[in-house]
């Protein structure tokens, strides 16, 4: 007798799949990343503090979950998200701490769960995130700052950093994580940052100017408490302009 297949409700929450997010800030100092706190009171000690993650619905796509989810524990939604890749370890889920908590709130704690991660980058004031959900709290940490996360959650944030560092060589993204308007010295502390490496700063004002994807304003900061420096803003037109042309190296 042939065995029956499952039945895949369509609604339902599939308890192998999730998706996890890595949402990087820049707060023209640091480098940071949105965590949440799972919260739960779980016997054994161990990190609370989480990247925005969940299963997946049976009718929804990997990428569709990974929105939704945002939405759902950070209230963030309407951003660009791009997959770092899948983690699969069978032993993602080892800590008895997060055992405990998913017996809290899965209906298969057991099961073992493969996610896909995925990475964005946001301008921190353009952004108010609100825990919701299971998340009891939600707030920036710097990025070199952290030690320990919940499941592989760590090691997922190292491989989202190291794709970030590998395509700002390709594409100047990092001005994705600024104002509008900045200062050179605010994207000089942001690549190094980003590569976690002191970079010459005459070399890299030398090199971003040479390029001519940045351009000055006639403004200056305001209410700051030394002597104002220059103003500058992306020069969209002009990178698209070196990319229709072949040119790929946007590195320090």
């Known amino acids: 007798m042939k065995k029956e297949l499952k039945k895949v409700v369509q609604n339902e929450l599939n308890p192998n799949v999730s998706v996890d997010c890595v949402i990087f800030g820049f707060d023209l100092e640091r480098l940071t990343v949105l965590l949440i706190d799972r919260g739960g009171n779980t016997k054994n000690i161990?990190?609370?503090?989480?990247?925005?993650?969940?299963?997946?619905?049976?009718n929804e796509n990997i990428d569709q979950a990974a929105n939704r989810v945002l939405e759902e524990l950070t209230g963030l939604k309407d951003i660009y998200l791009e997959q770092v890749g899948?983690?699969?370890?069978?032993?993602?889920?080892?800590?008895?701490?997060?055992?405990?908590?998913?017996?809290?709130?899965?209906?298969e704690p057991e099961a073992r769960v493969i996610t896909?991660?995925?990475?964005?980058?946001v301008k921190m004031p353009d952004y108010a995130p609100q825990a919701s959900?299971?998340?009891?709290?939600?707030?920036?940490?710097?990025?070199?700052?952290?030690?320990?996360?919940?499941?592989?959650?760590?090691?997922?944030l190292q491989a989202a950093k190291e794709k970030l560092k590998q395509k700002i060589k390709i594409q100047p993204i990092g001005f994705n994580l600024l104002p509008e308007k900045f200062t050179l010295s605010q994207l000089h502390r942001l690549y190094e940052s980003i590569l976690e490496k002191p970079l010459d700063k005459r070399n890299f004002r030398r090199k971003i100017q040479?390029?001519?994807?940045?351009?000055?304003?006639?403004?200056?900061?305001?209410?700051?408490?030394?002597?104002?420096?220059q103003l500058f803003e992306f020069n969209e037109v002009r990178y698209q302009e070196l990319t229709q042309n072949g040119f790929d190296n946007f590195g320090f």
Do not use: M
């Not at 161990?46 to 299963?55: D, E, Q, V």
């Not at 959900?133 to 030690?147: E, H, P, Y």
């Not at 994807?213 to 209410?223: D, H, N, V, W």
């Open 86 to 107: 899948a983690f699969g370890d069978p032993n993602r889920i080892c800590k008895d701490a997060d055992r405990e908590w998913l017996q809290s709130i899965r209906a």
């Open 46 to 58: 161990g990190p609370r503090l989480a990247l925005p993650g969940n299963l997946i619905y049976n």
């Open 210 to 229: 040479k390029l001519e994807i940045i351009t000055s304003l006639k403004e200056k900061q305001r209410g700051v408490p030394h002597k104002p420096s």
């Open 133 to 156: 959900s299971f998340a009891k709290t939600i707030g920036w940490a710097s990025v070199n700052q952290i030690n320990e996360l919940a499941f592989d959650h760590f090691e997922i």
């Open 116 to 121: 896909v991660a995925y990475y964005t980058l």
